[in-house]
């Protein structure tokens, strides 16, 4: 999980190289304002689960419990749209660009790189304030677009985005996402049920996805004043008939999908077998939930 490939910025141009540590102990959370405003920025940083790369944050646990994890979709657009006071397509990722060659499915292969590509794009133009972000040659070619067709296929189909340029809108996104994060932790905090931050995704004991789901639904009401639209939660699957491609099949993936799933198993029997945790609790609030 440690990135060697990790730079450091010591002073002016001079860079160094390290390992970046992974201390557990590094739980306090922090928020981060910019540009001497308390409506800039102000995301939550500094604890460790922040770090770690994205497909290790199925092994999180809680309390020796597995984790879920759940998402708002497409955040700083629908943010966006939100303030303009209009109501945005169903798919803000979605171009409409097609090859007739290959049948449309956003879920794999060359749509889901296109979709990665277009989102990094949309949300790196969003929070380009001095104008210098260019499309890769790369990723160009994937997409069988320059630069310019690119922003032209965007301002077509959100012309909201093309307002912000060179702005600092994406500042105040974050400051408004900062907002829905701390209102979410605080619902649950009384509730008794730890809500771990990903700036706009959150993971907390599988058995309290429910509340969770209420929990940012509220919160992105509460705060921008509009329904919230969530990604399908993410957790271990306990069947991998949908990795099985024939030979085209990811061996690689299918062994991470299984070592997941064995995680998952082994920390759910060893709760089973020890349903006290091995530490004091020390929170203020029992866990509690609803009745049925």
């Known amino acids: 999980m440690a990135k060697p490939g990790y730079r450091y910025e010591t002073s002016g ?121 260019r499309l890769s040659d790369a990723r160009s070619k994937i997409l069988g677009l320059s630069h310019e067709e690119l922003i032209e296929l965007v301002f077509e189909r959100h012309p909201i985005i093309k307002t912000v340029l060179n702005t600092d809108t994406g500042l105040y996104l974050q400051f408004l996402d900062s907002q829905i994060a701390e209102a979410v932790m605080l619902d649950l905090m009384p509730q008794g049920i730890v809500a771990l931050p990903v700036h706009d995704s959150f993971l907390v004991r599988d058995d309290f996805l429910p509340e969770l789901q209420q929990a940012m639904t509220s919160a992105f009401e509460k705060v921008v004043g509009v329904a919230a639209v969530l990604k399908a939660e993410e957790q271990a699957k306990d069947g991998f008939d949908y990795l099985d491609k024939g030979n085209k099949t990811n061996i690689t993936e299918l062994m991470e999908e299984h070592s997941v799933s064995f995680h998952r198993s082994y920390v759910l029997s060893w709760r089973s077998q020890n349903p006290e945790p091995s530490h004091p609790n020390l929170s203020f609030y029992k866990p509690w939930r609803p009745p049925d």
């Open 13 to 133: 141009e001079i860079k160094r190289q390290r390992v970046r540590a992974l201390n557990f102990s590094q739980v306090l959370l922090r928020r981060i304002f910019a540009k001497g405003r308390l409506d800039r920025g102000g995301r939550f940083y500094g604890a460790w689960w922040e770090y770690i790369p994205k497909n290790f944050r199925r092994y999180v646990t809680i309390n020796g419990q597995p984790t879920v994890e759940v998402d708002f979709k497409e955040i700083h657009p629908r943010l966006l749209y939100a303030l303009a006071g209009v109501t945005p397509p169903d798919d803000l990722y979605d171009l409409g660009i097609r090859d007739p060659n290959i049948p449309y499915d956003v879920t794999k292969g060359h749509y889901k790189k296109q979709r990665e590509i277009i989102k990094k794009f949309i949300n790196a133009l969003i929070n380009d304030e001095r104008g210098v972000h």
